[in-house]
């Protein structure tokens, strides 16, 4: 799972606006419009009065456009609800109900919540973005499958990893593609036959165009 610290490190290098990471009940009082808050899912001081390690990363943004419009999302990769935690300080922030996203795209043996919570906000404030959090964040789930209908976690952390190539093309290592020997599908994914098929020629809308300032 990542640190903090790589939190931090990877939103400067994705132009994220990061106001904060850290446990959820350590999140600051007055929050901000147009920022990214990741939170994890633990209390930073367990029940025995131990400092706890972490488990489960997730965040929100509120967006707050020209005309006034207030858009607050929380982004659970196992498509959760927030915690009242979250949903109470945003409504005293913006008296607003945060909308919360419900696509299960994170398989269960891998601790990638992190990543995934990175490439959204990159994808939300990045060149793809349309200023309707709403929509960007629709956009962002488009490219994953919901593994509550389907067993294909493969295809959703082959799409995620493009996410984080190196700006310079020579720089880029080759993702393989699928099919292969580990690829697991319940044979619920629509044309499956024709998706991988074509897969090679797969176009997503990240890539070639990042602002990372290094590989």
């Known amino acids: 799972m990542l640190s903090n610290f790589d939190v931090e490190n990877l939103a400067k290098r994705m132009d994220v606006p ?33 400092r706890n390690g972490g488990s489960h990363w997730t965040g929100f943004i509120v967006r707050k456009n020209g005309n006034g419009r207030i858009q607050p999302v929380y982004f659970d990769s196992y498509g959760s609800a927030p915690p009242k935690i979250v949903s109470k300080l945003i409504e005293k922030n913006f008296h607003r109900k945060v909308d919360y996203t419900t696509k299960d795209i994170q398989s269960l ?6 990543w995934y919570q990175l490439a959204w906000a990159h994808f939300c404030f990045g060149q793809f973005g349309t200023h309707d959090l709403y929509q960007d964040t629709d956009n962002f789930l488009s490219f994953f499958e919901d593994l509550k209908e389907s067993n294909d976690f493969k295809k959703n952390e082959f799409i995620l990893k493009h996410f984080f190539r190196a700006k310079d093309p020579e ?40 602002k990372y300032n290094d590989a």
């Not at 043996?109 to 992190?114: E, H, K, L, Q, W």
């Open 18 to 50: 990061l106001a904060f990471v850290g446990f959820k009940d350590d999140l600051p009082k007055t929050i901000k419009p147009n920022k990214y808050y990741m939170i994890n899912l633990e209390d930073e001081y367990g029940t025995d009065g131990e």
């Open 171 to 210: 720089l880029q290592k080759e993702i393989p593609y699928f099919p292969d020997d580990t690829r697991v599908d319940n044979g619920n994914t629509p044309n499956f036959d024709k998706y991988t098929k074509d897969l090679k020629g797969m176009k997503i809308p990240v890539q070639a165009d990042y």
């Open 109 to 114: 043996v891998n601790d990638m919540c992190g």
